[in-house]
T-cell receptor, first 114, second 115 residues
């Protein structure tokens, strides 16, 4: 069975500081990993994904994520946080290709303080 | 929110009523999904469909039904059998390439409240 964990319900960071939102996963095969962002009362927006290749993945709005196979992690990062980055962030995983369902984490609320 | 529309944005249901949530996409995506979002629980999959006239149950299908008569439409009915339907419902779609589904595109959601 596949699973994903976001250990922090909320992350607070000062504007201009680097931010990290943590995600760890568990799959039996090769992981397909995704990050999404949700603003209040809106649907989710896709940020980035890892399927294969370079462990550092770059995505939308200056976000990036690092795939670490040995630590089974896929942490989301940004060098300099903006107040507009404040939102709910979801990590998601799928066990391999083909069609299998995606499992979402419980979400991490990012609060960027001016 | 891309090319996926959900209606209505807010929906109120009385006890014992069935209600249908609409989801339409103009992205020509093969796969469509329905999720339920509750505070602190992330997204839970209700139903999904890879092709027209075919759909599969997700993790929490009890009390829900769907149809996929057209590629662009995937309506969800919340029946009276669903005991706790108050939640935020999200529809999504994804393209399938080489037999693999890719990232999902989400609609703006429907907030259902039981009175």
């Amino acid at each position: 069975a596949q699973s994903v964990a976001q250990p922090e319900d909320q992350v607070n960071v000062a504007e201009g500081n680097p931010l990290t939102v943590k995600c760890t996963y568990s799959v039996s095969g090769n992981p397909y990993l995704f990050w999404y962002v949700q603003y209040p009362n809106r649907g989710l927006q896709f940020l980035l994904k890892y399927i294969t290749g370079d462990n550092l993945v770059k995505g939308s709005y200056g976000f990036e994520a690092e795939f670490n196979k040995s630590q089974t992690s896929f942490h989301l990062k940004k060098p300099s946080a903006l107040v507009s980055d404040s939102a709910l962030y979801f990590c998601a995983v799928r066990d391999g290709g083909g069609y299998q369902k995606v499992t979402f984490g419980t979400g991490t609320k990012l609060q960027v303080i001016p | 929110d891309g090319g996926i529309t959900q209606s209505p944005k807010y929906l109120f249901r009385k006890e014992g009523q069935n209600v249908t949530l609409s989801c339409e996409q103009n992205l020509n995506h093969d796969a469509m999904y329905w999720y339920r979002q509750d505070p602190g629980q992330g997204l839970r999959l209700i139903y999904y469909s890879q092709i027209v006239n075919d759909f599969q149950k997700g993790d929490i299908a009890e009390g829900y039904s769907v149809s996929r008569e057209k590629k662009e439409s995937f309506p969800l009915t919340v029946t009276s059998a669903q005991k706790n339907p108050t939640a935020f419902y999200l529809c999504a779609s994804s393209i399938i390439v080489g037999g693999t589904s890719n990232e999902q595109f989400f609609g703006p959601g429907t907030r259902l409240t039981v009175l």
